[in-house]
């Protein structure tokens, strides 16, 4: 068995994740911690030297006092840490557990704060090579690129499947707006003349297919909202058989997941709902999720998902910025920074969302590919995952022209 000796002054739960997530999961590597100097100098082991002093010629990573403390600090700067507490302090979204402006919606700007590049997973990996170098023994876990295109679907269809109420309160807006265009495109579509612009699903299978053939490491997952209606929540009703049977078609050639809605940050009980109601839909146990709205406030969210069940998260990224909140590509176990400890649930960073690149940005078709394909060629570097947020309802009207950028993404 491959295994690493670590020798550290003191062994604390923030010490153990973050070579947890360095040597066993990133690097594949068993590892063993100790306070016993002199056990670690007389081991045959490769050894690490996490401290602040370098004993003779081990590999030695300067520590920083935040990896052997419990409380949280404002006072703790990143560019003033060492490479181990950078990676911890990114992971751990230590900064988010301090005051922060938020914009209406209860979110994080990730305006100078997001990383551009996964400089965790960069780092890491020259980490390996420093290793290989010394301990040429070592072999190291085997990485793939993976690309993993996910759809948030807050409605399944713009005109159709909305009930009797919404629906015909629609046409009533029109007249009363003398909007007779929309009035008669709603018209249309609901009597089955026109598609309706939001069904975009057989696009999207048409591109798994492709990678499917091309034999590509690609999955997608589509995160479906079940919420009761509201202002921010319009998804299709969940009673409607139209929306159940859909739910059921996708899931047969895609992997589905929960979109918790944006009442249920007020209303947890709420949550427990929304995942009942897919469950019985898809006859799939929920374990997937993503917030509406990419409202992630730590640690209440990620707390009240573990509560429910849920094991993988794919909220982390802000819906201001492309890039990476974590400064990872990586999937990795959230740290509960408020208890001090590593939990169960898996977080997967997304890098980019359609919404992001043409609203925030301001990017136009052109742009965002551009900017996609730079992203693309960051996480090639490292072999990580490639994870893209785009929605089933923006590929119509003022969107025109974005089914070229997740074409061009895939090529």
């Known amino acids: 068995m491959q295994k690493i000796l670590v020798y550290t002054p003191k062994i604390t739960p923030r010490v153990q994740y973050i070579f947890d997530f360095i040597l066993r999961e990133f690097s594949g590597i068993e590892f063993e911690l100790t306070t016993n100097f002199q056990f670690f100098e007389a081991s045959d082991l490769p050894k690490i030297n996490y401290s602040k002093e370098k004993f003779e010629n081990e590999i030695h ?32 979204r230590y900064e988010e557990y301090l005051p922060q402006e938020k914009d209406v ?7 100078g704060k997001v990383y551009k590049t996964p400089f ?26 993976e690309m993993i295109l996910t759809c948030d679907v807050d409605q399944t269809w713009k005109y159709k499947n909305k009930g009797f109420l919404r629906t015909y309160g629609a046409f009533f807006k029109d007249l009363i707006q003398l909007n007779f ?60 058989l139209f929306f159940q049977e859909k739910i059921r078609e996708v899931s047969k050639w895609a992997e589905i997941g929960i979109h918790p809605s944006y009442a249920s940050n007020s209303h947890s009980d709420k949550l427990k709902i929304e995942i009942q109601r897919l469950e019985n839909i898809s006859g799939q146990k929920i374990t997937k999720s993503r917030q509406h709205f990419i409202q992630l406030n730590l640690p209440e969210t990620y707390q009240k998902l573990i509560q429910h069940g849920i094991e993988e998260d794919y909220t982390m990224a802000y819906a201001d ?43 136009n078709p052109n742009e965002a590919s551009e900017e996609l394909i730079r992203l693309k060629k960051e996480i090639q570097r490292v072999n990580g995952q490639m994870i893209t947020l785009f929605h089933n309802s923006n590929f119509g009207k003022e969107w025109n022209g974005w089914k070229v950028v997740l074409e061009n993404l895939f090529q």
């Open 120 to 145: 965790v997973d960069n780092w890491i990996l020259k980490f390996q090579e420093e290793l290989k170098a010394k301990y040429p023994e070592l072999n190291f876990k085997k990485r793939t690129f």
């Open 181 to 240: 265009k929309e009035f008669s495109t709603r018209k249309n579509v609901i009597l089955g003349k026109e598609k309706d612009e939001f069904d975009t699903f057989e696009f999207y299978e048409m591109l798994r297919q492709a990678q499917h053939d091309k034999k590509e490491n690609f999955r997608m997952i589509f995160f479906w909202l079940m919420a009761d209606y509201a202002k921010f929540d319009k998804n299709n009703p969940v009673a409607n």
């Open 321 to 363: 910025e492309t890039g990476f909140r974590a400064g990872t590509c990586t999937p990795f176990f959230w740290y509960d920074l408020s208890k001090d400890e590593k939990t169960e649930l898996k977080a997967h960073s997304f890098c980019a969302m359609d919404v992001t690149l043409r609203n925030y940005l301001k990017l």
């Open 105 to 111: 919606h209860g979110r994080i700007s990730g305006k």
């Open 61 to 92: 990573l300067v520590s920083d006092e935040l990896m052997f403390e419990k409380i949280i600090s404002d006072k703790i700067k990143f560019e003033e840490l060492n490479e181990i507490g950078k990676i911890f302090f990114a992971l751990s």
